[in-house]
């Protein structure tokens, strides 16, 4: 099934999925068509088709009714979506006002990037119509620069180093400025861009002018910024700051686009029946998704030993679930510019009354693990305290696992920074003890046992820190059990 197969809009798939019914249409049938006419018209005869929803013994899926009931389940209640409202274009303003602040302190003259998650973060990342600028070989840049007023209040100045014939497109961006037009330094194709922008009114006065590089700049623009006169300077932990804190509107954004992650995967996990794939399940989630307006970015759904894959492989995929199947979801989405990035751990439900015909030898351990990823992500939830180091968060998670046998299988730090991107800094390893936890920083907390040829188990959820006691979650409601994800 592909995307282009389903309506996001009406929940409806387009094309019909692997092993559904196929339905009647007025038209006659092709020759193909008609030889799978006789095929379906063949297995009705034998014994026909069976909704697999209500987990009957059949066999073959109806995979439209699986993808149907799990875009019910999830629309029965959208109450996660009310809070988020998209980033007013003031508050954009603020941000670029933090960050020359941040330059001030730090000596630098101007804060350089390109388009990317950055240049969203700054530029205007929730207006509806945003037109993506993908990086290309022309310089594209923009500029924020530390002014002091007179009365020594420091605020940014935006420009931008733009090709003359892209100045247009530059203007109609819609990107928050004090300023009624923007202040763009263009430069001709036949020109050196870096000379062109060095030169400009920007640095004038300014021999080697110092620019702090973001952190998704490439590598051959900062050559070229040297190369012309520039001096480049990584990013300070000042500057990282600005973003790191989120403010209230991002907490409210953070907080719709990752419960309704959690919940798109707890209203699906009813509607999963033995027999479909883990791209069939991929698909599934995904739709749902679409359907209640989440856009996509990645999920990664794993049974049984591709689970000790954290984030699998070229060979998973293929394999079936079954009720004995520990299924892993690792998936995120994005919604008004912000990202969501959970996972679960579960098993599907077995029709009352019906034993499995093959007893699962690995159930016991199934649900010790489960349980000992619990405490630890329990654990690490406790040590997210404002001033405490991001080492901390690790190792007390970390040690709950060690406790119990199983530190041979967390091989992965247990979290990081989520924001506009899903994986921002601060990251949470047992190394990083030079970060203290700052109130408005947000975490994902996602310890895992991974066994190879078994299962894994990782249960994920985002955390937000508070001025004082114990940080807030933001995925709604956590893990309860096996069957209750």
Not at 28 to 52: C, D, K, N, Q
Not at 83 to 107: H, M, T, W, Y
Not at 399 to 420: K, N, P, S, W
Not at 432 to 439: A, D, E, I, R, Y
Request: aromatic share 8%; charged share 25%.
């Amino acid at each position: 099934m592909s995307l282009r197969e389903f309506d996001s809009e009406k929940g409806q798939l387009l094309h019909q999925p692997l092993g559904a019914v196929p339905k009647p249409k007025p038209k006659p049938l092709s020759r193909v068509a008609t030889v799978a006419a006789a095929v379906v018209t063949t297995l009705l005869l034998l014994g026909g088709f069976h909704h697999r929803c209500s987990h009957s013994t059949s066999t073959v899926l109806d995979v439209a009714k699986v993808q149907q009931c799990s875009i019910d389940n999830l629309k029965a209640d959208l109450s996660f979506l009310d809070s988020a409202r998209p980033i007013e274009a003031e508050e954009f303003i603020d941000r670029r006002d933090r960050l020359a602040k941040a330059l001030a302190v730090n000596g630098v003259d101007a804060f350089v990037l390109e388009p990317g998650y950055t240049f969203q973060y700054y530029g205007n990342i929730s207006q509806v119509d945003w037109e993506p600028w993908e990086p290309e070989e022309r310089p594209f840049l923009m500029l924020i620069i530390p002014q002091t007023s007179a009365d020594g209040e420091v605020s940014a100045k935006t420009a931008f180093l733009s090709p003359h014939f892209e100045e247009g497109r530059v203007r109609m961006l819609g990107i928050p400025s004090r300023d009624e037009t923007l202040d763009i330094v263009i430069w001709e194709e036949h020109w050196n861009p870096y000379e062109t922008l060095i030169k400009s009114r920007l640095f004038e006065g300014k021999t080697t002018p110092k620019l702090m590089a973001d952190e998704e700049i490439r590598d051959y623009i900062v050559r070229g910024l040297d190369s012309a006169g520039f001096e480049t300077v990584g990013l300070t932990p000042q500057a990282e700051l600005v973003r790191q804190l989120k403010s209230p509107a991002e907490v409210e954004l953070l907080r719709a686009v990752n419960t309704g992650t959690v919940v798109a995967v707890r209203a699906m996990r009813p509607c999963l029946v033995p027999g479909l794939t883990e791209d069939q399940v991929t698909d599934i989630l995904d739709n749902s998704m679409l359907a209640i307006g989440f856009s996509l970015f990645f999920n990664i759904v794993l049974f049984e030993e591709h689970g000790a894959l954290p984030h699998g492989g070229f060979v998973t995929g293929g394999k079936k679930l079954t009720y004995d199947s520990m299924i892993v979801i690792d998936v995120g989405a994005h919604y008004l510019g912000y990202s969501s990035d959970i996972c679960r751990s579960f098993l599907i439900d077995r029709p009352e009354g019906q034993r499995s015909a093959v007893p699962d030898l690995l159930r016991e351990e199934k649900e010790n693990v489960w349980q000992i990823v619990l405490d630890a992500q329990t654990a690490a939830a406790k040590a997210f305290k404002h001033n405490n180091t991001a080492a901390s968060v690790d190792i007390a998670a970390r040690t709950v696992i060690e406790d119990a046998g199983y530190g041979y299988g967390f091989t992965h730090r247990l979290g990081h920074g989520i924001g506009i991107k899903a994986h921002e800094s601060p990251y949470l390893n047992k190394w990083n003890t030079g970060v203290l936890l700052k109130p408005g920083m947000t975490f994902t907390n996602e310890p895992g046992i991974y066994l190879e040829g078994k299962f894994g188990v990782r249960h994920e959820d985002i955390y937000l820190v508070k001025e004082d006691g114990e940080a807030e979650m933001l995925t709604g409601q956590r893990a309860k059990g096996l069957r209750e994800p």
